[in-house]
C-alpha cells in the first residue's frame, strides 16, 4: 500500500459530529478548522439542526455524510432520497434489509432531482451495525449463521442494486472487497485509536489496522469529539495514517 499525503490521510476520515445541537458541532468545526476531513451528520444532530446545518458544512468546503439510515417501503425511500439529494451531500445511506427494491428505489430518488451534469452523491448500505455481535445477531435479530456471512450477504444485494457500497465493520473490508470489487466503497465505523476505550462498540480496529485492511473511509467520533484537544486528536490519527 502506498504511503497516503497528509490531505488524503484526513479525506479518509470521517468525524462523527454526534452533538444533541448545532452549537456544540459548530464550536469543534473550530477547532478543526482547515483539516480536509470528511464530516458525518447523523440522525441526533440532523434532528435537532436540520438541513441548514448541512448547508453550512458545504459552504465551508466539507464533505458531507448525512447517516440518517433510511428503511421504509421504497416509495418513501425514494422520495427521501430526492430531499437528500437537494441537500447536497457527497454521502448518505440506507439500510440494506429493507431490501433490493428499496435500494433501488433510493437511486431513482436521487436521478429524479440532480441537475444535470451535475455529480450525484455516493448511495451506500448498512450491513450490520458494529454494535452487532454474534448472540445479538442470532438470538436477537434472528438471523441464523455468521456476522461476517450476513454483512456479506447484505453487501452482495447492495451491489446487485446499483450502490456505491457498505458501512460495516473494519474486519469484514477484505471479504466485501473481494466479493464485491476493490470499487466497491466501505466506510467503517468501530475505530478507535489505541488505548481508546470501545464504548458501546463490538467489532473495533485502530485506525492504522482499518486502513490496511483496505478501507475507502473511517468513521471516528468520541475519540476526537470527547477529547480534552479534538484538533490533537484527529492529528495523531492522521499522523498514524501516513
Known amino acids: 500500500m502506498d504511503n497516503l499525503t497528509r490531505e488524503a490521510a484526513a479525506g479518509r476520515i470521517m468525524v462523527a459530529l454526534d452533538y444533541p445541537e448545532a452549537a456544540a458541532a459548530e464550536a469543534l468545526l473550530g477547532a478543526l478548522q482547515g483539516i480536509p476531513c470528511y464530516m458525518k451528520v447523523g440522525m441526533q444532530l440532523f434532528y435537532a439542526a436540520g438541513p441548514a446545518f448541512v448547508a453550512g458544512l458545504k459552504e465551508q468546503g466539507y464533505n458531507v455524510f448525512l447517516d440518517l439510515k433510511m428503511h421504509d417501503i421504497p416509495n418513501t425511500v425514494k422520495g427521501g432520497a430526492s430531499s437528500i439529494t437537494k441537500l447536497g451531500v457527497d454521502m448518505f445511506n440506507v439500510h440494506a434489509a429493507g431490501g433490493l427494491r428499496m435500494m433501488e428505489s433510493a437511486l431513482e430518488g436521487v436521478e429524479a432531482v440532480l441537475p444535470a451534469g451535475a455529480k450525484r452523491p455516493a448511495v451506500i448500505a448498512v450491513t450490520q451495525l458494529t454494535s452487532t455481535s454474534q448472540a445479538v445477531l442470532n438470538e436477537e435479530i434472528g438471523i441464523s449463521g455468521s456476522t461476517e456471512a450476513a454483512v456479506l450477504r447484505y453487501a452482495a444485494l447492495a451491489k446487485q442494486a446499483g450502490l456505491d457500497g457498505v458501512v460495516a465493520s473494519p474486519q469484514e473490508v477484505q471479504v466485501i472487497k473481494a466479493a464485491c ?37 473511517m468513521v471516528i467520533g468520541r475519540p476526537i469529539t470527547a477529547s480534552a484537544d479534538p484538533r490533537s486528536a484527529l492529528e495523531s490519527i492522521i499522523e498514524e495514517l501516513i
Do not use: C, E, H, K
Not at 466503497?185 to 492504522?208: C, E, L, N
Open 181 to 217: 470489487g476493490s470499487a466497491f466503497q466501505t466506510v467503517t465505523p468501530g475505530i478507535r485509536p489505541a488505548g481508546a476505550d470501545a464504548g458501546d462498540q463490538s467489532r473495533i480496529m485502530t485506525p492504522r489496522q482499518a486502513l490496511m485492511q483496505g478501507t475507502d473511509y
